[in-house]
């Protein structure tokens, strides 16, 4: 039994996934994205996306958590401070929050991961998951479509070449318009 790779992550209508594009978060979207979390017991970055949470959602050395995070981002950051942390990267020579690097074929060491015991891993970012969707790794897809046509930015699962058939297995729309869609791979 392999625990679930899952891959989750907002995208506009034009298939854009910078963190700048879309709505902005609203209450309803970040209990959606912390139940989300609350889903895995580890999170699997690649650098980017490991620096760009961290810059955000790390406690500080206070302890205190920032003056711009409404109650909505502290009970985010709450769930995902804590939380293991793995992350692939060529060009980190160390990380830490929680967090350990891959070392060796990215492949393989996902493989490894999931055949630990767990509840799930969530996966994050554009890069790292269109290489492990490539490679038949996820289990799991979840696009948070906002309605927004940005034309640029980096694109979902941009690389994948094989065509890749996924099971639709939930939707449901924000009041905001924002619509998700979470499929499972046929």
């Not at 293991?84 to 991961?113: F, M, P, Q």
Request: aromatic fraction near 8%; hydrophobic fraction near 40%; proline fraction near 5%.
């Amino acid at each position: 039994m392999t625990q679930p790779l899952r891959y989750a992550i907002n995208v506009t209508l034009d298939g854009c996934c910078s963190h700048e594009t879309g709505l902005p978060p609203d209450a309803e979207s970040m209990a959606f994205w912390t139940d989300e979390l609350r889903r895995s017991d580890t999170l699997l970055y690649g650098r980017v996306t490991y620096e760009l949470m961290e810059g955000a959602w790390r406690r500080p050395a206070s302890r205190e958590w920032p003056d711009w995070m409404d109650a909505d981002e502290v009970a985010f950051a709450e769930v995902m401070d804590p939380m293991r942390k793995v992350v692939a990267s060529t060009s980190l020579d160390a990380v830490d929050w929680n967090a350990e690097r891959i070392e060796g074929d990215v492949v393989e060491a996902v493989e490894r991961l999931k055949k630990e015991p767990g509840r799930g891993i969530s996966l994050g970012g554009v890069t790292l998951p269109a290489a492990l969707a490539a490679e038949g790794l996820i289990d799991e897809y979840t696009f948070v479509v906002h309605p927004v046509i940005t034309g640029r930015g980096p694109r979902l699962l941009e690389g994948v070449r094989d065509q890749m058939k996924l099971e639709l297995v939930e939707r449901w729309q924000f009041r905001s318009g924002a619509s998700v869609q979470r499929y499972r791979s046929a």
